[in-house]
């Protein structure tokens, strides 16, 4: 049975239209013909429903189980398609409906969440948070939620700068081990913050444009220069004291943000339902 049968074509008020209105408040309210949505024409009789924008197979998906056709509903699905579902359900106010097949599609995929920023991230924290899963784009997750992963990476950032920037002064101090070292160190540390782009001005939060991941290997990538003391120079080896090496600058800050303990924000409700996160 194809999107047109279930719902733009005809809904039948006295079978269909019960079915719908139980499982989703959407319908209940719509079917009593206080939407804009509905167009009656006939009193007692068929009902056009319209609905645009949606992905045919979730919307599909979504109306088979509100119409408990369980045999037609596929018990494996992927990522993406849950998430269109769960976008679909979240419209139409009828999660609780897709609870079962919610948990059964979520066993049968074969992925884990990954552990850096990416499209697939935003797909999980969404269906995560939605159906209530506690182990761009344009979703409609919780403004709590944006904020919350929106200060993570802020902090995260502000760390690795203030590491960056406090090494920097203490060489310009010269509390290293020699006046040569600290003078090589800062010179190095002072060019490669400019040509990042992170010495002056000293970016600010909310960092628009910087990536913590991004920023996490480009600190990893910093090469301190190769010089010999005089201690050294015989033994062909360069000086080697524990300031010479900027991997600690990121070894002491948080390389890996920690996730949100989404179980803790079921008080969330989703009044904001315009708030969109987009990946850049």
Same mark, same amino acid.
């Given at each position: 049975?194809?999107?047109?049968?279930?719902?733009? +074509?005809?809904?039948?008020?006295?079978?269909?239209?019960?079915?719908?209105?139980?499982?989703?408040?959407?319908?209940?309210?719509?079917?009593?013909?206080?939407?804009?949505? *509905?167009?009656?024409?006939?009193?007692?009789?068929?009902?056009?429903?319209?609905?645009?924008?949606?992905?045919?197979?979730?919307?599909?998906?979504?109306?088979?189980?509100? +119409?408990?056709?369980?045999?037609?509903?596929?018990?494996?699905?992927?990522?993406? =398609?849950?998430? %269109?579902?769960?976008?679909?359900?979240?419209?139409?106010?009828?999660?609780?409906?897709?609870?079962?097949?919610?948990?059964?599609? &979520?066993?049968?995929?074969?992925?884990?969440?990954?552990?850096?920023?990416?499209?697939?991230? &935003?797909?999980?924290?969404?269906?995560?948070?939605?159906?209530?899963?506690?182990?761009?784009?344009?979703?409609?997750?919780?403004?709590?939620?944006?904020?919350?992963?929106?200060?993570?990476?802020?902090?995260?950032?502000?760390?690795?700068?203030?590491?960056?920037?406090?090494?920097?002064? /203490?060489?310009?101090?010269?509390?290293?081990? =020699?006046?040569?070292?600290?003078?090589?160190?800062?010179?190095?540390?002072?060019?490669? &913050?400019?040509?990042?782009?992170?010495?002056?001005? /000293?970016?600010?939060?909310?960092?628009?444009?910087?990536? +913590?991941? %991004?920023?996490?290997?480009?600190?990893?990538?910093?090469?301190?220069?190769?010089?010999?003391?005089?201690? =050294?120079?015989?033994?062909?080896?360069?000086?080697?004291?524990?300031?010479?090496?900027? %991997?600690?600058?990121?070894?002491?800050?948080?390389?890996?943000?920690?996730?949100?303990?989404?179980?803790?924000?079921?008080?969330?409700?989703?009044?904001?339902? =315009?708030? *969109?996160?987009?990946?850049?």
């Amino acid at each position: 049975m194809s999107v047109t049968d279930l719902l733009i +074509h005809i809904i039948d008020p006295e079978v269909s239209g019960k079915h719908l209105a139980l499982a989703s408040s959407y319908f209940k309210n719509m079917l009593r013909r206080t939407w804009k949505e *509905t167009t009656s024409h006939l009193a007692t009789g068929p009902m056009e429903i319209a609905a645009e924008g949606w992905d045919l197979e979730a919307l599909l998906i979504v109306l088979q189980v509100l +119409h408990c056709q369980n045999s037609q509903i596929p018990r494996k699905l992927s990522l993406e =398609t849950i998430a %269109k579902i769960a976008v679909v359900a979240d419209y139409y106010q009828c999660k609780e409906a897709l609870g079962f097949f919610s948990q059964t599609w &979520l066993d049968s995929l074969d992925q884990e969440p990954p552990s850096t920023y990416c499209r697939d991230l &935003l797909l999980w924290i969404w269906i995560s948070w939605f159906f209530g899963r506690q182990n761009s784009l344009g979703l409609p997750i919780p403004g709590a939620i944006i904020g919350l992963i929106n200060e993570k990476r802020t902090t995260a950032i502000a760390n690795i700068l203030q590491q960056l920037h406090s090494k920097l002064d /203490r060489l310009l101090r010269s509390t290293s081990c =020699t006046f040569e070292c600290s003078s090589m160190m800062y010179g190095a540390l002072s060019t490669r &913050l400019h040509s990042s782009g992170l010495l002056y001005p /000293r970016p600010v939060a909310p960092f628009l444009g910087i990536s +913590h991941e %991004k920023l996490v290997q480009q600190v990893l990538s910093f090469e301190p220069p190769k010089w010999w003391s005089a201690p =050294t120079m015989y033994d062909n080896r360069p000086h080697g004291c524990s300031w010479s090496s900027f %991997k600690p600058l990121v070894g002491n800050a948080n390389t890996v943000i920690s996730g949100l303990d989404l179980s803790k924000m079921g008080t969330l409700c989703t009044k904001n339902k =315009t708030d *969109t996160l987009v990946a850049s």
